[in-house]
C-alpha cells in the first residue's frame, strides 16, 4: 500500500485538480499524507488542509520554486509559512513576472490569429500561469496533439511563442524557503542531467546554503537511481523526500502516490521530515 505524496501541483498552479480534489483523490488511493508543492505559490495549502481535516489526511505546506544553478534546477521547501512576509514579497515578484511574460505571449498568439486571451485565462487558470497552460489551450483549440506537441511547436524555448521569465538564482530561493521557516529540499536531481561530479558540486553549494533534503524517489526513477540517490543523501546527511510531481490531466501519465507504478514513498520519509521541521530536545 502507498502512504504519502510529498510532490503535487493542483489548480493553483499547473496541476488540473483543485486542492480539495487532489486531497480527496489521495484518500481514495489510501494515501496517508500529501505535501501540496505548487510552483511559486502557496494559495492551495488552506483549501487541502481543511479538506484534509475532513478525511483524516495529514496536509504538509509545501511550494516549488525554479531555480538556476548551471542550468535549471527546481527547489522544494517543505512546512514554509505562507504567511511569512519574505516569502510573500519574492513569490508576489514571481507572479507578477510571470503576468508580463504571457501577456506578452498571448499577444503573440493572438496576433497569429490564435484565439488566446490573457484575460480569460487568468479567470480561469488563476494567477499562477505558466507554458502549461497556454499549451492546454493549444490543444483545446486543435493547435497541438497533446502537451508534449504544444511544448514542442510552440511553447518550448525556440520556438515562436516562447518568452523566457526571470529565474531565482539557487542561493536566493534556498535562503526565502528558510526565512519562511521551511526545509530546503533539492527536487528531481536526476532530471537535471548532470554529470555526477557537477551533482556533487550543487549538492555542496545548496547545503552550504542551507539545505537539508532530496528527492530520491520520483516518477520513473527505477530501483537503481534511487539506492544512488539515498545512498547520496546518506553521504551527505540531507533527509529523503519523495513524490510523484502529480499534476492532474497536465501530466496524465503520472498517477498521484505511485508515478507511473514504480514509486514508493514510506510515512518515515514525512517523520524525518517533520523531525527536522520540529527537533526533539528543542534544539
Ligand atoms: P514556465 O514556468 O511558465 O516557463 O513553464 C515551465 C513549466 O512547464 C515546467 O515547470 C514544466 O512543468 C512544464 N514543462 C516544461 N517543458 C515541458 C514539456 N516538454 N512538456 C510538458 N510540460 C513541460
Ligand atoms: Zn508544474
Ligand atoms: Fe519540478
Ligand atoms: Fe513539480
Redesign the pocket.
Known amino acids: 500500500m502507498r502512504e504519502i505524496d510529498l510532490h503535487v501541483h493542483t489548480t493553483a498552479s499547473?496541476g488540473t485538480l483543485s486542492p480539495a480534489q487532489a486531497v480527496k483523490l489521495a484518500a481514495d488511493t489510501g494515501l496517508r499524507a500529501i505535501a501540496i508543492t505548487d510552483?511559486d505559490t502557496a494559495h492551495g495549502y488552506e483549501e487541502a488542509a481543511a479538506a484534509g481535516a475532513g478525511l483524516g489526511l495529514e496536509i504538509v505546506p509545501g511550494i516549488e520554486i525554479?531555480t538556476k544553478f548551471t542550468g535549471a534546477v527546481h527547489i522544494l521547501g517543505y512546512y514554509i509559512d505562507p504567511a511569512a512576509p519574505a516569502l510573500r514579497t519574492v513569490l508576489d515578484w514571481i507572479v507578477e513576472d510571470?503576468d508580463k511574460r504571457n501577456r506578452k505571449m498571448a499577444e503573440l498568439m493572438a496576433a497569429d490569429g490564435i484565439p488566446v486571451s490573457y484575460d480569460s485565462m487568468l479567470e480561469r487558470f488563476g494567477d499562477v500561469?505558466?507554458?502549461?497552460h497556454f499549451?492546454r489551450l493549444l490543444i483545446e483549440l486543435g493547435y497541438a496533439r497533446d502537451?508534449?506537441d504544444a511544448?514542442?511547436r510552440y511553447v518550448?524555448k525556440g520556438r515562436k511563442y516562447y518568452l523566457p521569465?526571470e529565474i531565482l538564482p539557487i542561493d536566493r530561493a534556498i535562503e526565502i524557503i528558510l526565512s519562511a521557516g521551511g526545509i530546503p529540499v533539492l527536487a528531481h536531481p536526476f532530471q537535471y542531467r548532470l554529470e555526477e561530479s557537477e551533482l556533487r558540486r550543487l549538492i555542496e553549494y545548496c547545503i552550504e546554503r542551507g539545505l537539508r533534503g532530496m528527492e530520491c524517489r520520483y516518477t520513473g526513477y527505477d530501483g537503481e537511481r534511487v539506492s544512488y540517490l539515498e545512498g547520496l543523501a546518506g553521504e551527505y546527511g540531507l533527509i529523503k523526500t519523495g513524490g510523484s510531481d502529480f499534476?492532474g490531466a497536465?501530466?496524465p501519465h503520472i498517477a498521484l502516490g505511485s508515478g507511473t507504478g514504480e514509486l514508493e514513498v514510506p510515512y518515515e520519509f514525512l517523520q524525518a521530515l517533520r523531525a527536522v521541521k520540529n527537533p526533539p530536545c528543542g534544539g
Open positions: 499547473d510552483h525554479s510571470r500561469i505558466g507554458r502549461p499549451a502537451m508534449q511544448f514542442d518550448e521569465r499534476h497536465n501530466k
